[in-house]
Structures are given as structure tokens and as C-alpha cells.
């Protein structure tokens, strides 16, 4: 239900069964569905409010993933809903356009719960992305890409128990919006990609297979200040990243996405237009954003250390676990305060762990030392990074309220490589 300034959702977790293969059922969850959920777009303003609702068997949360809300409806695993329950939220939207996600986040079952299929996506709108000329028509120009790697048993089920690793669950399947062999059939024309990595813990570099250039718009919290011309984006297990690519330029009539081992991601085929060259877009945006890092923020003194360590059930997070009754940090509401996120290097290596924060949207100052490149310049809430690498990120909280923050390896954040953070 929508009017001017208002909007309301129901969202209800549920367990069914979906095709995914042709001629089996596979038992899946999804919100207000069998596997994966809509998406739920609101505007800049707009005061929403949703219904949630756990009709699962078992308990789960509802987390809004990049979204500035208080603490207490931004859905942490300390919100649970028993089966069978429900719970209004309200909240207003504070926050520029961007594209972010949902998912749950029930302590120890968040890896299975998205494994299984609960993920949707959340998009933000504003005056500012309703009138940049880019590809703005859902489905037809405007493309939501989610990237899931999943493996099946032998009869074609997600049977977690089975398949889970505690360094992060991989698959040998990828799936793009819940389908398996994808395939966009389009006219040739400029689309927008809105790139979301909803795997449990794999990333992926996509480039397209002519190798041609694209350009990059936007990443987690919404537009960078001006495109970012690249040949591969680079997305860690929870990043969104969108992208506009230019169809017209295409030699031939098919070019496919692919992943940096050069495996299929999406296919692409291009119809011949009957006769209707698309009218000649008026001038691209050239300026999509007005993001600052003024000088006082970037030479401010880090306020606070995180250390990502260990492998297995030894993750953890400057040598702590995850305990619902500690708070690990304070922060005051608006300030920013620079934290430094350190991936520590150990002696069998390490590996790569995505930081998230919950509740904000942080600023990258600096990656090892150096300014972040261009990809890492605009509004983030997942950084990843690699062992030994170093990262200092602005943060400010613009709402009250206990916030996680993780590894999003959802094995990880089950393990318990997560903390809390009071912000008042
Ligand atoms: Cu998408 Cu706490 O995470
Ligand atoms: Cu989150
Ligand atoms: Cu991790």
C-alpha cells in the first residue's frame, strides 16, 4: 500500500518448495513466496512501515542490510521472531538512493536461512536517482543480479547440514535471481546491472567475455560521484555494485558476463531491433553524486581497532566471540569517529574476510596507507579484505541503537566473528 509520503509492506519468511531444476521440487524458503523475495522500494522521506511475520518452523530475524534504521528495527539476531509471530516496524528513510538487501539473522542459523533462499532486495529512490539519465525502468533497462553459488544433493535439495563448511559454504551451482542457466534476451541498448553478491561466501570478478568496458555507478550505499570506467568489478559476499553497460557497442549479437576464471555468469543475446533504433539518449550523466571526506575526517585519529582473525572455528574478532551480553564499543549518534579494520596475517595465511557494519554507511580513508581506488571511493557498509590488508573507514551513525558488526562469510558471523556496538 502506497501514498505520498507513507508505505507499507508485509514480509512474511516462509518455507515451500521451488523448480529450480525441471521436474523436481526443491525444498526452499523465501519471503512472500517459495525462494528468494521482492523487491521492496521506498523513497527518500517516506515513512514505511512493514509487517513482519515468521511463518517458518523455525526461529529467524529480519535484517535491512546497509539500511541507517535504530537499532532495535534493524532486525540483529537479538530481534528474533518464534514461529508464528509477527512485529510491526516503522521507520523514516534518511538515506540517499541506493540498492540494499534483506535477509535473516538468527544467532548460529543465518548461513542456512540464506543458503535456503531468504534474501530480497531493497531499493532507495530520490530525487536525484529519479532524474540522472541512466537506465532507471525495472525489468526493462534495469536489472536486479543476484549472485548466489549453491550446491544441490544428489536429488536436488539444499540440504545445509550436508554441504556446510566453516570457512564458508560454496557451491558448485550459481544461480542468478533463484534460476539456474540464465539468460537475458534484450534489445541493444544501455541496461544498468544492479550487482548484488548474495552468496554465503564466495566473490566474484566479473568482466564480460569481449572484454569490453563498462562503467561502474554505484556500490553498497548508493551512487559514486562520477561513473568509474572499468573492464571487471570485484563483489565480497554481501557488496552490491552497479554497473551500466553499453549494448550497443557489442560486435555480433551475444556477449556473456563471466567470472574471472572465465565461467558463464549471464549470457546475453541481443535482438535485432525491427527498425527502432533506440532515440538518441540525451547527454549521460557525467556527475552522479556530491560525496565529500573533508581533510579533518581524513587525518582524524582512529578511535577504534578491529582486528579480523583466524580460520574455522577459530575466527574471531580482536580475539573475541561473539557474546549477546557484551557491548564491545561505544559511539556517539552523527559523530564520525575513524576505525581501523585490520585482516591480521598469520602464519598459514589467512584468508579473506568482507566487514560489515550494520546501520551505517562508512567512507573508505584509506587502504594500507593509500587513498582507496575509485571503486572504494563512495559509500560503503562491507569492506573486504585481504590478509595483512588494512583499512581505515569513517563511520557515523545516524540512529540510536545496538548495531552488529561482522564477517560476512555467514559461517563466519554463525561462528561468531561479530560484535556489538552502543551507539547513543
Ligand atoms: Cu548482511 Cu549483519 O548482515
Ligand atoms: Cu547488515
Ligand atoms: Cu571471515
New binding site residues.
Given amino acids: 500500500h502506497e501514498d505520498d509520503n507513507s508505505i507499507s509492506y508485509t514480509i512474511r519468511a516462509q518455507q515451500g518448495t521451488y523448480e529450480i531444476f525441471d521436474g523436481t521440487k526443491t525444498k526452499t524458503y523465501g519471503y512472500n513466496g517459495d525462494f528468494l523475495g521482492p523487491v521492496i522500494r521506498v523513497k527518500k522521506g517516506m515513512d514505511v512501515k512493514i509487517d513482519l511475520v515468521n511463518d517458518l518452523n523455525e526461529d529467524t530475524t529480519f535484517?535491512w542490510?546497509g539500511l541507517e534504521v535504530p537499532g532495535n528495527e534493524d532486525g540483529g539476531p537479538d530481534k528474533v521472531l518464534k514461529p508464528g509471530e509477527a512485529e510491526d516496524i516503522h521507520f523514516t528513510v534518511q538515506q540517499n538512493a541506493a540498492t540494499l538487501w534483506f535477509?535473516p539473522?538468527p544467532m548460529h542459523e543465518t548461513g542456512k536461512q540464506v543458503f535456503k533462499g531468504l534474501a530480497g532486495m531493497l531499493y532507495i529512490d530520490d530525487a536525484n536517482s529519479e532524474t540522472l539519465n541512466i537506465p532507471k525502468a525495472y525489468g526493462v533497462d534495469d536489472f536486479p543480479i543476484i549472485l548466489q553459488d549453491k550446491t544441490f544433493t544428489e536429488d536436488n535439495q539444499l540440504d545445509y547440514e550436508k554441504v556446510m563448511n566453516e570457512d564458508g559454504t560454496t557451491g558448485d551451482t550459481l544461480l542468478i535471481n533463484g534460476v539456474v542457466d540464465p539468460r537475458l534476451s534484450i534489445d541493444r541498448k544501455k541496461v544498468r546491472f544492479r550487482v548484488l553478491n548474495g552468496s554465503n561466501m564466495r566473490s566474484f570478478t566479473l568482466h564480460f567475455d569481449n572484454n569490453m568496458e563498462f562503467q561502474q555507478i554505484a556500490s553498497d550505499g548508493g551512487f559514486l560521484n562520477k561513473p568509474n570506467t572499468t573492464k571487471e568489478i570485484e563483489v565480497a559476499p554481501?557488496e552490491r555494485a552497479e554497473v551500466i553497460v553499453d549494448l550497443t557497442k557489442v560486435k555480433g549479437n551475444a556477449v556473456t558476463l563471466v567470472n574471472e576464471d572465465n565461467t558463464k555468469i549471464l549470457p546475453i543475446h541481443l535482438k535485432e531491433s525491427q527498425g527502432h533504433p533506440q532515440t538518441k539518449t540525451t547527454k549521460e550523466a557525467k556527475t552522479l553524486n556530491d560525496l565529500t571526506l573533508s581533510n579533518e575526517i581524513k587525518n582524524k585519529k582512529v578511535t577504534k581497532t578491529i582486528k579480523l582473525a583466524g580460520m574455522g572455528k577459530d575466527v574471531n574478532i580482536n580475539g573475541k566471540k561473539f557474546d549477546p551480553n557484551r557491548i564491545d564499543f561505544t559511539q556517539k549518534q552523527n559523530e564520525t569517529e575513524v576505525w581501523e579494520i585490520e585482516n591480521v596475517k598469520d602464519s598459514m595465511g589467512g584468508m579473506n574476510h568482507p566487514f560489515?557494519i550494520?546501520g551505517t554507511q562508512f567512507q573508505v580513508v584509506s587502504i594500507d596507507g593509500k587513498e582507496p581506488p575509485e571503486n572504494l571511493s563512495g559509500l560503503k557498509d562491507t569492506i573486504s579484505l585481504k590478509p595483512g590488508q588494512k583499512a581505515g573507514i569513517a563511520v557515523k551513525f545516524p540512529e540510536k541503537g545496538v548495531y552488529?558488526f561482522?564477517c560476512?562469510i555467514l559461517e563466519h558471523e554463525d561462528n561468531g566473528m561479530m560484535g556489538q556496538i552502543k551507539v547513543d
Fill in positions: 535484517h542490510h535477509h539473522h554481501s560489515h550494520h552488529m561482522h560476512h
